[in-house]
């Protein structure tokens, strides 16, 4: 394989002086955040005056973590580490609880996310010769702004198509020659299903590549996507706090996530004793970003469970890779006392091959027990298949794989295919309907 680097003296920084580098940029992100009004109160009462309390990367655990719910108390500036006519731009999570989480950029900002977004792009073999379609979100949610900038910086054509209109997708793929498209995971499978309806011929699109993320998918699913539209498909991690996409991104090849080190202090940490864990073993991601100005954040819990691989990447970056996200802490069902991850059951459904395009998770009180219900579109051809029992070997083979690897007995409804939601965003997986107060 021939690798390319966009920035190849940070990516492949020898890893001591990645280190040193870290150690330095970490004290400089704790002055910078010890100006401000939430965190000059935070650190004062840990006992953290400045950059003498952190003399090695191992004193980092002396700073107090940050939650989603510390973003909402500082709103609206209270973590501003700048004046407010530096600020740049803000992007903002939708908010649904009512307080929006909301992060502000200044001009070093943006060119430092650019530039951590087109090194993302360009590990995965895009150049500027690439036509690159981003069929996702724009405005407050940080995918499409930050894919397009990433894009254009390595100079590629950019298509802002945003996400929906697959009739119009597919034009736009045609007319303009794209080779690689963004999108959720769910959208792209989505994709896929429309263009066999609508007959759109594999032959009259020049696709290579995708980059999916911004939700958990399984192994399975990426194969998935691969293999029916004939594409490599780049698993991209990142979230709002931490700028939103190009934290951590497949190199070409795709096995983990390089988490670019340079910009990110990454910890995984045991949820419940709240302790640094050695790399390879599994815990909830913390992160110290380590260039931002206009918004410095400290230790952040991401509430993403992942592992760090232990080996080197053949590709020759040095920075650590992070494995597939299982999912959010806060995302585990607990079903009749067992503890389920939506993406075991994303696992084993995509891995059927019978099974659609979409699948969805119910979850119900039926008297003192939960009853887990999984949907599962199943293509046009066999749901109209006259005889029944082709349909019921279908539902028990998922029933019984399901039930041998969550050990959970579901209930399974086989439906047919393009009839579940789809969303042009984030997919919603689970609907738990379950009262929110027993
Ligand atoms: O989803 C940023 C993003 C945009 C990432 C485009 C990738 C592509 P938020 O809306 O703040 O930001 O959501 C962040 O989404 O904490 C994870 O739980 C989840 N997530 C993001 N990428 C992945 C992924 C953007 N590749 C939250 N696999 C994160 C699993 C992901 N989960």
């Not at 010890?34 to 990367?57: C, P, Q």
């Not at 073999?125 to 949610?141: A, E, K, P, S």
């Not at 029992?389 to 279908?394: D, E, F, G, K, T």
Request: aromatic share 8%; with cysteine.
């Amino acid at each position: 394989m021939n690798f390319q680097y966009w920035h190849p003296e940070k990516e492949k920084m020898d890893r001591a002086a990645l280190k040193v580098f870290q150690l330095g940029a970490v004290q400089k992100t704790l002055v910078r955040a010890l100006k401000t009004d939430f965190y000059g109160k935070r650190l004062a009462e840990a006992g953290i005056k400045g950059a003498d309390d952190i003399r090695s990367l191992d004193h980092i655990k002396r700073i107090p973590f940050t939650t989603k719910h510390d973003l909402r108390t500082a709103f609206p500036y209270g973590m501003l580490a700048v004046g407010k006519d530096d600020v740049l731009r803000l992007h903002a999570s939708s908010g649904t609880t009512g307080v929006p989480t909301t992060i502000y950029f200044n001009r070093n900002d943006i060119v430092s996310w650019t530039g951590l977004v087109a090194r993302s792009i360009f590990s995965t073999g895009c150049d500027r010769r690439d036509v690159f379609q981003n069929m996702i979100t724009y405005g407050l949610f940080t995918g499409g702004l930050g894919f397009h900038y990433g894009g254009e910086e390595i100079g590629m054509l950019v298509i802002p198509s945003g996400p929906g209109n697959t009739s119009r997708q597919f034009r736009l793929m045609r007319d303009y020659g794209t080779t690689v498209v963004h999108a959720t995971p769910s959208f792209l499978l989505h994709v896929e299903s429309k263009m066999r309806e609508e007959g759109v011929a594999r032959e009259n699109i020049s696709l290579k590549r995708a980059f999916a993320g911004a939700e958990p998918y399984s192994e399975d699913t990426r194969r998935r996507i691969e293999e029916l539209l004939r594409i490599d498909v780049f698993n991209s991690y990142g979230l709002s706090e931490m700028n939103g996409p190009g934290v951590a991104f497949e190199c070409q090849c795709k096995n983990g996530m390089h988490l670019w080190e340079d910009a990110f202090f990454a910890e995984i940490i045991d949820p419940d004793t709240l302790e640094p864990l050695p790399d390879g073993e599994t815990g909830e991601l913390v992160l110290t970003t380590l260039s931002r100005e206009a918004m410095p954040i400290l230790r952040y819990r991401t509430r993403d469970i992942t592992a760090f691989y232990t080996e080197a990447c053949p590709c020759g970056r040095t920075h650590r890779r992070i494995r597939r996200i299982k999912g959010r802490s806060d995302d585990m069902l607990i079903i009749n006392g067992v503890n389920i991850f939506p993406s075991q059951i994303e696992e084993v459904v995509m891995g059927i091959r019978e099974v659609g395009n979409n699948y969805l998770i119910v979850v119900e009180k039926e008297g003192f027990m939960d009853r887990l219900t999984v949907k599962t579109e199943i293509s046009l051809e066999i749901f109209k298949d006259d005889d029944s029992r082709v349909l019921n070997a279908i539902r028990e083979n998922i029933r019984r794989t399901l039930q041998t690897a969550i050990t959970v007995n579901p209930k399974v409804e086989l439906v047919e295919s393009n009839s579940l939601p789809v969303s042009e965003g984030k997919a919603i997986r689970v609907m738990d309907k379950r009262p929110k107060d027993v």
